[in-house]
């Protein structure tokens, strides 16, 4: 009875927390975002009610009733809040029209993200700008028309999102037309000017009224990166304690599948660019390498439009039958436990290259090198072999300066929907 009663208030806090807002404010938000709010409000939760019965007298609550109340809490809150976003997501009424303002590069830029990306629930409809660019035969969407139309064509479209590219009109036209948006209930996201150095965990400040984005300086400190190593060491430990039947097994079907050895050994290039080999299963014809230029026509990076830095075959012909499972689900990646252990390797953290592709890797980008390359990271929750080699180096170098423990915590939790194509937001 004392617990229905304090049902409201438990509503009202977890409101406080942001825990009812955030979806709509933030498209890549998940259920690992929350986290951190849920287990705070809980735990204060929990023992506001411990306080509330001793003092009143209302109820005799046994601290390990309490205790087992929390984590039970903790867990049925993130679950059902996960399953809530994952029928949620999938109604046609999640999906935000959307409008592009600038269709410049970096206009261009945000709507091909958004539609290769559906499961952020944004349809973009097109771009508003005054002097748009010349765009590629490739673009799906159009310029709708010039700032002055926005507010119309926000009705027209039925717009609930307008997101702000680096409009080539004027700054008054463009700041206007945006304050008007918020009478029309639309959210309204801003590209940063240098995007590319701000990532998630920038935070924003002030100064008399004016907004800062508050990069922090490149680098780790001694106890972060014994923290970050700590962490390897128990993940890793405990992944290869639970795993290791599976290991025997994967490797015992290897051996059977195809002739060759089970593991699959390659030179990697990690931390201030010292050279490692990383351990997979292997997943392709013992041969593999020395055919690589038979089928190097094949990569669908090749071409005017390509991009020669990167190599990737659909239906390669050389993978073998079980690997091709073992690469849908990422069992092949595993054996990098052991990476993790020697400390070639981190649990999250940069994309391990091969040496054709890191000659590629120059000035700026060399910054990905001051922490160790990962099995995950954020080119795995977004997009894996979908990102090209450009954003892959801007996210690797966006990760390394903007690390946290939190963050990895974060990626590490949102690696396995996205594994199995949920794109680690639910």
Known sequence: ??????????????????????????????????????????????????????????????????????????????????????????????????????????????????????????????FVDDHPEERTHQDRLSVLGDTAQLPELVRQFDVERVIVAFNSGPYDSTLSAVRDLADQGVQVDIVPRLYEVVGAETTVHAVEGLPLLSVPPPGLSWSKRGLKRALDLVVASAALLVLGPLFGLVALLIRFDSHGPAFFRQPRIGENGRTFRIWKFRTMTADADERK????????????????????????????????????????????????????????????????????????????????????????????????????????????????LWNDLRLMARTVPAVFGANGRF
């Open 1 to 126: 009875m004392l617990f229905a009663a304090t049902l409201p208030c438990w509503l009202v806090v977890a409101n406080l927390y942001g825990l009812y807002s955030r979806d709509a404010q933030r498209a890549d938000h998940s259920t690992a975002d929350d986290a951190p709010a849920v287990l705070n409000m809980t735990t204060l939760g929990a023992w506001l009610l411990y306080v509330l019965a001793r003092i009143t007298g209302a109820a005799d609550l046994e601290v390990p009733k309490l205790i087992a109340f929390w984590a039970a809490a903790i867990v049925a809150i993130l679950v059902s809040r996960a399953l809530a976003r994952l029928i949620t997501r999938r109604s046609i009424a999640f999906v935000q029209n959307s409008i592009i303002v600038g269709a410049g590069s970096v206009g261009q830029l945000v709507g091909r993200k958004l539609l290769q990306h559906p499961e952020y629930g944004i349809n973009p409809v097109g």
């Open 293 to 404: 230029a038979d089928y190097a026509h094949l990569n669908i990076h090749d071409g005017p439009n390509g991009d020669p830095r990167m190599f990737k075959i659909h239906d390669d012909p050389r993978v073998t039958r079980l690997g091709r499972f073992l690469r849908r689900c990422s069992i092949d990646e595993l054996p990098q436990l052991f990476n993790v252990i020697r400390g070639d390797m981190s649990i999250v953290g940069p994309r391990p290259l091969i040496p054709d592709e890191h000659q590629y890797v120059t000035d700026w980008a060399e910054r990905r090198l001051a922490l160790r390359p990962g099995m995950t990271g954020l080119w795995q929750v977004l997009g894996r072999n979908g990102i090209g080699f450009d954003e892959m180096v801007r996210l690797d170098y966006v990760y390394v300066n903007t690390w946290s």
